[in-house]
């Protein structure tokens, strides 16, 4: 831009720099003094668009200079800090480059509310006939965790088909900035950037917005300790995890808080990973249990257990009548 301003006063000055001749000497006096005026005049004009220029150039570069972290992250990071976590761990992690705000995902929050999950298609032919090869490949692990948890396999099984396609769609966010993003809400500058990108889909006021958004970053901020304090406990890149835009992870789709109390080496070798087939089923049959599934539950025990893993009516109508179609 720079460039740009210096070149115009470059071609500019040497379009005048004939007419600067004709005023040095072959005008009469009077002619010339007027000339000279115009002239000065004219150059004063062109100095003033440069230094505007030069300001506007310095403004922009100032604000492209401003980071997500800068703008949106800093409050985060000193909740953070305040609540124990180590400082300089903290610094490193915001100062990474792929710390983003995700706008979108938390947008998603205020204008996803109105459509029901449909969870029947997970009952035809070809998604029961992957399940029951799922249940064939991985048997080993389902059977012991079926004896040890008391939790059917054909039911875990229902519940990875449900979440994530039996492991294969385990969600493209980093969970990392999506909860940092939900947690930020807290923040006025990143309440108002989601509110900017908001459509008429929102249907939201401005101060309904405002509340629903703090408490959604009072709820992301718990879930975001908890991803830390399990990325630190597990040594795993929180930056690697990918997730819901929600932030829910893994296989079994948990999130960060269901960790610590439901999650479950179910592989045997010493760590919870989400993303591995046989410490998400342990992790799915431990949660069940946890919250009362017992091998001889009836149907209504068994909808009011599920219902903890997810609190939609029609998802627990079809987690049973999946696994009565794996039986
Ligand atoms: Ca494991």
Known sequence: MIL??????????????????????????KKRIMLEKLHHCTRSVLCLVLIGSIVVLSTSMVHAAQSDRDLYFISLEKRLVTDGFN??????????????????NVSLFFILRKGKMDHSHYTDTKSI??????????????????????????????IILVETRLGTTVGKSSVFNSLSSIAALDNPTARDKVWKSLDDNADLTRQTFDKKAKQKS???YRELKAFLKYTAKENIDPLTIKGSFAGAMGIPQFMPTNIEPYGKDGSGDGTIDLFNHADAQASVANFLKKHGWKPGSDRKKQKKVIHHYNHSDDYVDSILKISDLLK
Not at 4 to 29: E, F, H, N, W
Not at 87 to 104: E, G, N, S
């Open 4 to 29: 740009s301003c210096v070149t115009q006063y470059y071609l500019i000055a040497r379009i005048l720099y004939p007419y600067k001749l004709a005023v040095m000497g072959l005008v009469a006096d």
């Open 87 to 104: 400082a300089a761990k903290i610094d490193a992690l915001f100062q990474r480059p792929d710390i983003t705000f995700q706008t979108r």
């Open 129 to 158: 006939q992957k399940a029951k090869n799922y249940m064939h490949k991985h048997q080993t692990d389902l059977d012991r965790i079926e004896t040890t948890a008391g939790v059917q396999k054909t039911v875990v099984t229902a």
């Open 218 to 220: 009072s709820w992301a």
